[in-house]
């Protein structure tokens, strides 16, 4: 039977040997991200024939694993017996979720089309985006997000600073009133949480961040990750609504200065939440990564 240990900062580096040659597509597979939210998601681990096995709950406290990561092919079908297994002995309500797609063809390969039910896991897609749109905020149908952005640039006194180690308090002040702003509970306090956590381990996570000064005041801040050549994932982005052209403002200015070598931004999921799918879905993306569940 598997053994898990809960996640904890100190296991950075085993996870870095199972997901650095791992060329995922979602934001599931970031250190930073299973870290984060390690606590509201109950994230464990163990080891299994030298294949990292993640355990964990969705916001519903259904219980589920990962994908396995570090698999071979010829060595996935005893993985996923064994885990088979393992899933009523954890009571687990699915067998997998967010599964990306490589691993869903590879399961299928093995096992065929009608083995497992496998769904689609709509409101987890993530939201992949051109780097350059983003700066450019060119196009019709991003014309209103560049005049909201030439607003605020035009209209409001600004400064940006990195997030260096003076300014963790200050972010989260700034986090913890806005959650408060907007009763904090449910998903938005785990949030918090998360967020907490990013800042309070700036020293030992790969990350980024910017912060936009108004009248002195933290007025926004955004906090995102490189993972690989070729995609960035923004995992944090906070700004006061009540000022027109900020949220557009940090989206652009941050990518500009810290990712426009990079051309994907994986700006994670909607969760279904019907206020952050339009917002999603009007900057463009290029396309949605899929997740998916497996029974």
Known sequence: MLHFKPLTIEDKKIFDKYLEPYIYETCEYSFTNLFIWRKACDIQYAIHKDVLIIKKTDFNGSYHFMQPIGYKKENLKDIIDFLIENKSKFELEYLFKDAEECFINDLKDIYGENT??????????????????????????????????????????YETSPITAELIQPCIKAAREWCHKHICKGYLLYELRAIEELLKNNSILNFEGMVVFIDNKVSAFTIGEKVDKDMAIIHIEKADSDIRGLYNFINKAFVDAYFSDVPFINREQDLGIEGLRSAKESYIPIKLAKKFIVQ
């Open 116 to 157: 497992f039910t496998i769904l689609e896991d709509r409101d987890n897609f993530d939201y992949i985006y051109e780097s350059s749109k983003l700066i450019s905020l060119s196009g019709k149908k991003l014309h209103k997000k560049k005049n909201n952005y030439n607003h605020f640039i035009k209209n409001y006194s």
